[in-house]
């Protein structure tokens, strides 16, 4: 027997001593976290693999120490990764996956993300976001209009009006440098850049070509929350097959430690304007 089958029970068993320890029964505790009285049946018989957020508002229910909820939503996350590729990610929609990122934002008490070769998304204009769906995977499950979707990726950016909250968008030179849109388009959203760099809440960085770099890339990812303060901190990432989301505290903190790493090797403030400016000197008229 694997590690995984082994982590997978002792999961189920776990949850359900929760439950056994509290006095609750199947029936009640379906009906309290408004559930099927099946799934809570699945969930801690192991019937069934269960969603992290599910684990979590079971651990939340009865209290579970901080330690053991976040053993548990860990082991849900990795189980969940294994088949967790785009065809289910988007089985519900494109605006529906847009709509439940947007919530996670809302909530977040910082935002950090990066981008290596694209615009970060909270700052891309309407016709940047139109060609980075055009260029995405083509996986056709329901049928709803691109506008729709378009609409839902746009409505993301309105948390930047929280004015309470701190975003860092940390990009490569290569996203302003590629020309996904056409360059009076491109113009429009390098200028957009600009504006947003000027909020208080917002800290535009660009990592260029010629950096000192301090650490290797790697890939994108964008940091929900804060570990030591949301307890819904996650880390989301994408690789060509499936979309990937960390709720370890402990790894989530290794990814802000990267993410400062590579902010060492980035542009920022007035040398930024000055930056961006010269792209658009560069954009063909």
């Not at 082994?6 to 056994?20: D, M, P």
């Not at 009865?62 to 330690?67: G, I, Y």
């Not at 605006?95 to 694209?118: G, L, N, T, Y």
Request: charged share 30%; hydrophobic share 40%.
């Amino acid at each position: 027997m694997n590690s995984t089958t082994e982590a997978l029970k002792k999961l189920a068993s776990t949850l359900r001593n929760l439950r056994v320890d509290a006095g609750l029964s199947t029936t009640k505790l379906a009906a309290e976290l408004g559930w099927s009285q099946s799934k809570v049946s699945k969930t801690e018989t192991g019937r069934t693999k269960p969603a992290p957020e599910d684990v979590d508002a079971w651990c939340r229910h009865f209290h579970a120490p901080p330690e053991v909820r976040e053993e548990l939503v860990e082991i849900a996350t990795t189980a969940a990764a294994v088949a967790a590729d785009w065809r289910r990610e988007l089985a519900p929609g494109r605006r529906r996956k847009q709509e439940d990122i947007r919530r996670m934002e809302q909530a977040a008490s910082v935002i950090r993300v990066f981008a290596p070769d694209v615009i970060a998304g909270l700052a891309q204009t309407r016709p940047y976001v139109e060609k980075m769906f055009k260029l995405g995977r083509k996986i056709e499950l329901v049928d709803e209009p691109d506008e729709d979707v378009v609409n839902a990726r746009l409505e993301r950016a309105s948390v930047l009006d929280q004015v309470d909250k701190q975003f860092f968008l940390l990009m490569g030179e290569f996203a302003l440098r590629r020309r996904l849109i056409p360059s009076g388009q491109m113009r429009e959203q390098v200028e957009h850049l600009i504006e947003l760099s000027i909020r208080p809440n917002v800290t535009i960085e660009v990592i260029p070509f010629a950096a000192d770099e301090k650490v290797h890339q790697y890939n994108g990812f964008a940091i929900l929350g804060d570990p030591d303060i949301d307890d819904e901190a996650i880390v989301l990432a994408e690789t060509l097959t499936r979309g990937l989301s960390i709720r370890s505290s402990e790894e989530i903190r290794e990814y802000v430690a990267h993410f400062e790493a590579l902010r060492l090797g980035a542009i920022s403030g007035t040398d930024l304007h000055f930056f961006l400016q010269e792209v658009i000197k560069g954009l063909p008229r």
